[in-house]
């Protein structure tokens, strides 16, 4: 399938109040975006070409009429739907079932540890960890049945509570639930997150050999694994890197945000002009054009100490004379 992928914004609220949260708004002023609304955007973006769509939020599986929305896009022929939540609420297999009946889900659960303890304190909801456990036994009991038949994605915060655990969580997941899809994301410090910069942050060098390790390992056992929010001059080291990088593997799509002002925009050229930052000296650099930098608020923090550039490599051709030699993208 061709995909053109559409993300659209349903609102924030939300049932958890993550530490790493990029939205630092109360829970109580938070609010729903219309289903007149949603209905009208879906329909429009549709009608532009879109096959695939993504619901965000806050959380997702709040929004009152989410089974409707899923039904509405299935309807519209978007051939497959995202759903990143933090799967709580597929606990309640009842509403699950007839969530995945009302179209073609992929789902990426949001989990950020194979410990209850750390989960708790991350999405500050003591039984959230037991809950989001629940609902994965019973995507995993779906799949089993085929009545789900995409892949079932693992979403992770890389953070200062669960970096050295990395390689640990991928097989907690693997053996107990057969999950084989992970994708890893480096903690964007805005929002609450920022707030929560010295407990939660680590730098990129402390994290980078634990995702050595946990590429290794995919590699070894055949996983499908992807890292986003990283510098390839932090990834250099690491045997081709390029194919782990979570940006180069999503593509371009299309968002529609904001609460009262809904605006639309491609997120790779949001994170390049606003979300991330770069030094001058990436202009030296043989990734410049494709590597989109550190979270800008990381920066802030820690400076930019940790990146260097990449330079072409000299080599000797056969004949002994100075080459340069491209690094593949
Ligand atoms: S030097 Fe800059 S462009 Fe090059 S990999 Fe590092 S952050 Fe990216």
Known sequence: MNEKKFQINLGNVCNNIC???????????????????IKKEIKEYRKKGYNVIGFLGGELTVYPKIIDLVRLATRLGYKRIDLVSNGRKYSDLTFLKELNEAGYIRFYLSIHSHEERTEDFLTSVKGSFRE?????????????????????????????????????????????????????????????????????????????????????????????????????????????????????????????EGIDRRKEFNIADLRKAELRVKPETCRECIYDLYCEGPWKDYTQINGFREFKPIRLKREKDPSGRRIKKHEKV
């Open 132 to 256: 989001k456990i629940r609902g994965l036994n019973h995507l995993v009991s779906l799949k089993k049945k085929g009545l789900i038949r995409e892949k079932i994605f693992i979403n992770l915060v890389i953070n200062k509570l669960n970096y050295k655990s990395l390689p640990r969580i991928i097989l907690f997941y693997l053996r107990n639930f057969g999950v084989r899809d992970f994708r890893f994301n480096f903690i964007r410090p805005e929002g609450r997150a920022f707030a929560h910069f010295k407990i939660l942050v680590p730098a990129y060098r402390e994290v980078l050999p634990y995702v050595k390790r946990s590429v290794l390992l995919s590699e070894k056992l055949r996983l499908n694994l992807s890292v986003e929010g990283i510098p390839y001059c932090i990834l250099r080291n690491m045997r081709n890197f390029q194919e782990y990088i979570g940006e180069l593997k999503d593509g371009a799509g299309t968002i529609k």
């Open 19 to 37: 530490k790493f949260c990029m939205n630092a708004e109360p829970l109580e002023t938070r609010k729903f975006i219309p289903f007149s609304q």
